[in-house]
């Protein structure tokens, strides 16, 4: 049997397990909120809320809905073997709910002026995945 082992000395990446629904009915336009009642532990729902009021002005509600699916997202992290740091790929679909949350919460806060929040989230990001901090940026 080959194993593989982590040269660079951190903890493996984590994957979140695939919840499709939630992805399908916000890809066939069913609306965020009622997606986010029916699913309320989908990070993806919450990040969708929370860039739909963003763009609409309403930073206050997206830094709520962000936040809610941050924390959604740490709880999911932890249920799948995630002990507060190590990649969190963003090439794995299932991950961009709970990355997409984080990056829209540190968006928020800066825009309502909690710098030390919009720094720790944006470098939370940046070390859980460079990829999506240079995507979502």
Known sequence: MVTHENL???PPPTHLPDDPEPRELLASGTAPAEVAAKYPTSCLAWAQLAD????DGRVVE???YARTGYHRGLDALRRNGWRGHGPVPFEHEPNRGFLRALHALARAAGAIGEQEEHERCTQFL???SPTAADTLS
């Open 126 to 128: 940046r070390d859980s």
């Open 52 to 55: 739909d009021a963003f763009a």
């Open 62 to 64: 997206s830094y709520a």
């Open 8 to 10: 660079l000395g951190g």
